[in-house]
């Protein structure tokens, strides 16, 4: 998990009956202040809008 200032690293464990747990890793600190994001387009259709680059091939793996 990334948030300002700190980070921490999380282990996803099965616990008892199957039960899905996560176990706290690693932790620290970081000098960001703000979480940095960017968008990338494969075939730009508007504003933050976009065709999945592999949409051809999946639908091939269905016909199959």
């Keep these: 998990m990334l948030r300002p200032?700190?980070?921490e690293l999380y282990r996803e464990v099965k616990g008892q009956d199957s039960k899905v747990e996560f176990?706290?890793?690693g932790?620290?600190?970081i000098?960001?202040?703000e979480i940095?994001?960017?968008v990338v387009y494969s075939r730009k259709l508007g504003y933050l809008v976009?065709?999945?680059p592999l949409l051809d091939l999946a639908m091939t793996n269905i016909s199959h």
């Design 27 to 29: 932790a620290g600190s």
């Design 50 to 52: 976009s065709r999945p």
């Design 23 to 25: 176990l706290l890793e």
């Design 31 to 33: 000098s960001l202040s």
């Design 36 to 38: 940095p994001v960017t």
């Design 5 to 7: 200032g700190s980070w």
